[in-house]
């Protein structure tokens, strides 16, 4: 019974409160820069109001273009089904889900990457040109940072690392666990297109990544992918906090709400980065991915000390 | 085993008498329908074999000196043949439509050929006897050369071929020594049983790395791989990419599985090759403006993949980690089942548009989905299952060669540990740019605007041609939704190559299969997800009047279909980033005055292996002796280097 | 806990290190780096000596160091490595090599007794590699002031580790080493620009004749 529970509760949360991770970096921009800003459930009303528009698709697209929306939503409420929230099951959790959720997100990006190209706009090219070359550097990090944390609690699905995180390995491997993190949240920031990789609010599309592949998308298909691109969003920060917080020692009751809290904690960090920070040059990014990468190297030696 | 050897004779048979037809619609067709025919026949015993367990063996005496004609039948050799039988028979089917764009040409000779080509890969699956290998061996390479060197009217076509020849010979020298050896050690040209230990087995080892990966195309031996694929008809380059390459990992399998005795270092050694070919084979991919050549650098990456799973495999055996042996082979030989459907996929695909629009460039193409919608739809499934993405057959083998790779990772030994975590390495990269590839080609290809009038006026493709890559297609999607009725025919080949004890690895207690039925339901979950949204959307746009536009310009008022991205300006950031790897020459005129009148941008990427090893050696040889030179720069930093290198040195060797 | 954070936190400043142009942010850094180092050994015991002796070392590192350098820096209007013998991308790749072939190392290492954090030597070495790195791969003579600095807070984390009872003799005499060097290598870059116009090493091979 309580493991149902933890099962429909998780991707529900995802569901119900990805959204809001947008506001909630939204509000944290507007306060640093001194606006009033937009209300927190901004992002519900644009999601709301752009699934009520029509389309406007251009002449050039195939149904590529109209599979792509689709694609990458579905993809990525799998993925939802696969991160747990706190400790305990989800409902698709088994040895190695985490190759899963990583592919499935490539599936994600690859067909981000036609949809784009399939409207033959030059600036689309551009922006997916750039996001494959650093998912492509992402890509290990990631994967390198996940061996790390799979030696450090000898297992190979998320829900199992996760439990395995207690306060007791904090005392004696933090070393392991600071650089994973480190490494983790190069990664969130390169493949959820935020600052310093990726500016979501620019107003040149020369210099976007994300939003300039999205250029030509309207209605439902753009409610679609702004849904998809807060779940992503969500579903790093869950990984990040799942990798962090000791979730073990605590019941199921306070684990989830604790974790959901700390999501928003991270997305409140990733406003006052924004804030603070500038975009980096293009050809700076690869150093910054590289540096994920060395990270994530580095938290794998030193889980050869025990 | 009568009714194999009768397919294999029939299909000899159809080729030589297509030598006697004129006509060149009915002599393709005889010679197709023959392989098919003979293909089914023989297939029946291979599948007979692989499901039962059970070993079929043939021996007659043979008047060549050491020879014997001694073929066996072991599920190794049954899971090669159905690959060979059901790759070839369908490439059939397509060469009947793409031949027939040769009007003025005599048939005969390629149908003969490929005749000869798919009985000799046959037979060198089964050969068991050192002569009779080589004497298959050659067949296969000579049927396969005369198949390349097919549009010999052109130039490049001759240089390809002449380089094919030379570097496949450079490899059966190899393999000669190596059956020299191995017949001299163990007293008989028949290499069932070897009692080879010691030095002499890493000897022997070695020399079938390099005879055998030559034809494999491993990366520093695949010289010959770009230059003869793209030279051959198309439905040629598929069977040569798709299987003949094959037939190189299947040497490197069987040379494996009847050495006695297994080393650490060879293990370590086929996973830093497949990291060099894999990655580099993908860099070089991404760097091709040609198509089939790009599609070529694809299958040095896929052999590094297959390898690294075999050196994965290589590892567990030597280090007694039961699930990294077994899950590391089944990963490798799963990509080799998958790489020969997706990749003859692709080049049939790429070999409908070059038929349809005579160019290979790929930047004179796009917008051919609009043309040819069924071409591109069967790409697309293929560019997807060959990124290894879900819910596709390429993942399953990936996901096999992660999984191995995190089990081993949690182990205590370092020399297991280092490898495993450079394979999940090697290959999260090698997988995100692959990505970066088969979007590029199919974008650049299919999708936009056509660039020139040949892409405009494009036409689908012959309905052979459609049949066989659909056909395909749809393998590739079974084989992904079957994937754990797969796994265990699978793991019962492998089962030959490891000890018998190591099928605890895959008992109910370690549940690979469990895995894989989730693999299975998330991707019906995602089809299921997929539809239902589809529909969600159709409702909402029901009643609403939905509009078609022009692309959106970003204020520039004036965009033709030449200011799209190219190929070359997709892949220029990555190429870039790794240019000191790959020898890059860029052509380029620099902006620098404010009103710039013309700017260009080119790129080549000659093969680094070609320009750094294959040159004539007395010139490297005269250069050294200048180089020494070097040493004496006068450099601060140089001279602290060398007492750094020094100190290290000194330091690793007194520890 | 503490001790990993420091150990995390040394490897970090040696990234960023290996990672950046700018030679203001490389001296702030190593800067860090110097008191994180200087916090080291009050972690474990506490002693009298051994805060004097710590406090000395971060005023020092943390202090008198980056301020002579920054000044050196601004007189001289030199604020960036320009084009490197080896790029930053590969230098950040380096590091994790480099820590690889540290533990190894460390490993075999035939030391006395047991040291309290093992991964202490790894990372000193690691430390003394990189900053034998950054001398050999850039071009500016500050750049490689900074790498011997880097390096001798690799020597002081190794001194740390081996001896780790009695470090003051030794260290005393290391430190004193490195601020007399700094100290000539600040006067005399100083006076290498006035006269050249340039800090670049590479150029001054042309003295050897």
């Known amino acids: 019974m309580r493991d149902y529970a933890i099962m429909i509760i998780q991707p529900a949360a995802a569901m119900v409160l990805a959204p809001m991770l947008l506001g909630v970096i939204n509000w944290v921009k507007a306060n640093f820069a001194g606006r009033r800003g937009q209300p927190l459930l901004q992002p519900y009303y644009d999601l709301w109001k752009l699934l009520h528009k029509s389309a406007v698709y251009s002449s050039t697209t195939s149904w590529i273009f109209k599979a792509m929306p689709i694609v990458c939503l579905s993809a990525i409420l799998l993925v939802t089904f696969i991160i747990p929230l706190g400790f305990g099951k989800t409902i698709l959790s088994f040895n190695g889900d985490l190759i899963l959720a990583a592919y499935l997100l490539g599936l994600i990006r690859f067909f981000i990457v036609i949809g784009a190209l399939d409207t033959g706009s030059s600036f689309e090219g551009m922006g997916a040109s750039r996001e494959v070359q650093f998912s492509a550097l992402a890509e290990p990090a990631f994967f390198i940072a996940m061996a790390a944390m799979a030696r450090q609690t000898s297992s190979i699905s998320f829900s199992n690392i996760f439990s395995a995180i207690t306060p007791q390995m904090w005392a004696t491997n933090s070393a392991t666990l600071l650089l994973v993190t480190a490494a983790i949240v190069i990664v969130l920031l390169a493949e959820n297109s935020r600052i310093p990789v990726d500016d979501p609010n620019t107003h040149l599309e020369l210099t976007m990544i994300h939003e300039v592949m999205i250029l030509d998308n309207s209605g439902p298909d753009f409610a679609f992918l702004l849904y998809s691109a807060a779940l992503k969003l969500w579903i790093f920060a869950a990984i990040l906090v799942g990798f962090i917080l000791p979730m073990n020692v605590m019941p199921w009751q306070i684990s989830i709400p604790v974790s959901i809290a700390a999501i928003f904690v991270v997305s409140i960090l990733i406003g006052i980065v924004e804030s603070c920070m500038a975009r980096l040059r293009l050809v700076r990014v690869p150093h910054l991915l590289f540096t994920a990468v060395a990270l994530a190297i580095l938290a794998l030696i030193f889980t050869f000390r025990n | ?655 | 806990m503490w001790t990993d954070i420091i150990m995390v936190l040394l490897i970090l400043t040696n990234m960023v290190v290996l990672g950046t142009s700018r030679l203001r942010a490389c001296i702030r850094v190593v800067a860090v780096q110097g008191v994180a180092l200087g916090i080291l050994p009050l972690l474990h015991s506490f002693e009298w000596q051994l805060l004097i002796f710590a406090v000395l070392s971060i005023i020092l590192k943390g202090i008198v160091f980056p301020v002579m350098l920054s000044r050196t820096l601004r007189q001289l209007n030199v604020w960036q490595e320009e084009s490197p013998y080896v790029g930053y991308g590969l230098s950040l790749l380096m590091g994790p090599f480099a820590l690889a072939f540290s533990s190894w190392i460390s490993l075999r290492l035939p030391l006395p007794y047991t040291i309290h954090s093992t991964m202490l030597i790894p990372v000193a070495l690691f430390t003394l590699i990189v900053g034998l790195f950054i001398i050999v791969s850039r071009k500016k003579a500050l750049t490689q002031v900074l790498g011997y600095l880097v390096m001798e807070n690799g020597i002081y984390a190794f001194g740390m580790a081996i001896a780790y009872h009695q470090p003051m003799l030794i260290e005393l005499g290391v430190l004193l080493d490195v601020f007399v060097g700094v100290f000539v290598m600040g006067i005399a870059i100083f006076h290498i620009s006035r006269q050249f116009d340039h800090i670049n090493t590479d150029q001054l091979s042309a003295l050897r004749n």
């Open chain 2, 1 to 655: 085993m009568i009714i194999l050897l009768a397919g294999l004779g029939f299909i000899i048979f159809t080729g030589i008498a297509s030598l006697f037809i004129k006509d060149g619609k009915t002599c393709t067709r005889f010679g197709a329908a023959g392989v098919i025919i003979g293909s089914l026949a023989a297939v029946t015993t291979a599948i007979k074999v692989l499901f039962s367990g059970e070993t079929i063996s043939f021996k007659i005496p043979w008047q060549v000196p050491y020879g014997s004609f001694y073929i066996v039948i072991d599920s190794i050799s049954a899971l090669f043949l159905i690959i060979v039988f059901m790759a070839c028979s369908i490439a059939a089917v397509y060469g009947c439509g793409y031949m027939a764009g040769y009007k003025q040409r005599r048939l005969s000779a390629p149908t003969f050929f490929f005749n000869m080509l798919v009985a000799s890969m046959a037979m060198v699956v089964m050969a068991r006897n050192g002569v009779l290998f080589l004497v298959v061996w050659e067949i296969m390479s000579l049927a396969s050369y005369f198949l390349v060197t097919f549009d010999h009217e052109h130039e490049s076509v001759r240089q390809a071929g002449w380089i094919y020849i030379v570097a496949t010979h450079i490899g059966t020298a190899f393999l000669l020594a190596f059956f020299v050896c191995l017949g001299k050690y163990n007293g008989t040209m028949d290499f069932d049983n070897v009692n080879v230990f010691g030095k002499a087995s890493s000897v022997l080892f070695l020399l079938a790395l390099v005879g055998f990966g030559t034809k494999a195309g491993i990366m520093p031996m695949h010289v010959w791989l770009p230059e003869a694929h793209p030279a051959a008809p198309s439905h040629i380059s598929a069977v040569m990419s798709g299987v003949m390459i094959k037939m190189g990992v299947y040497g490197i399998i069987r040379t494996i599985s009847i050495l006695p005795e297994i080393q650490l270092w060879w293990g370590w050694l086929l996973v830093i090759l497949g990291i060099v070919s894999g990655l580099l084979g993908i860099l070089f991919a991404l760097a091709q403006h040609d198509i089939k050549r790009m599609l070529a650098y694809s299958s040095v990456e896929n052999i590094g993949i297959i390898l690294i799973g075999l050196g994965l495999g290589l590892i567990g055996l030597a280090g007694g980690s039961y699930i990294l042996a077994v899950l590391g082979f089944a990963g490798a030989l799963l990509h080799i089942i998958n790489h020969s459907l997706f990749k003859s996929l692709l080049f049939m695909g790429a070999g409908a548009v070059v038929h349809s629009t005579e160019t290979r460039r790929m930047d004179l193409l796009g917008g051919l989905i609009k043309r040819m919608p069924l071409t591109a739809g069967a790409f697309v499934i293929g560019a997807i299952a060959i990124c290894g993405l879900p819910p596709l057959n390429g993942f399953i083998g990936e996901f096999l060669l992660y999984y191995s790779s995190f089990a081993a990772a949690l182990s205590k030994d370092i020399q297991i540990v280092a490898p495993a975590v450079a394979a999940i390495a090697a290959l999260a990269m090698i997988g995100g740019f692959a990505v970066a590839a088969f979007t590029k080609v199919f974008g650049i290809v299919f999708l936009g605007e056509p660039r020139t009038s040949a892409a405009a006026n494009a036409h689908e493709a012959d309905k052979a041609m459609i049949v066989s890559m659909w056909l395909l297609a749809v393998l590739c999607i079974l084989i992904g939704i079957t994937a754990p009725l797969v796994l265990p025919v699978i793991i019962s080949v492998v089962m030959q190559i490891v000890p018998a004890e190591y099928e605890i690895a895959v008992l109910p207690f370690n549940q690979p299969d469990k895995m894989l039925w989730w693999i299975v339901i998330s991707s019906i979950a995602l089809f299921i997800l997929i539809s239902v949204l589809a529909m969600i959307r159709r409702n909402l746009l029901k009643n609403k009047t939905v509009t078609a536009g022009p692309t959106w310009d970003c204020g520039y008022a004036a965009p033709t279909p030449r200011i799209q991205y190219t190929s070359s300006s997709f892949s220029q950031p990555i190429v870039d980033m790794f240019k000191n790897a790959m020898y890059l020459k860029r052509n380029e005129v620099k902006i620098d005055e404010l009103f710039p009148k013309q700017a260009q941008f080119e790129s080549h990427t000659p093969d680094v292996s070609n320009e750094y090893i294959y040159r004539p050696v007395f010139k490297w040889i005269d250069r050294l002796t200048g180089k020494m030179q070097w040493l004496q720069y006068g450099v601060v930093q140089m001279y602290v280097l060398y007492i750094a290198i020094t100190l290290i040195i000194l330091l690793v060797w007194k520890l």
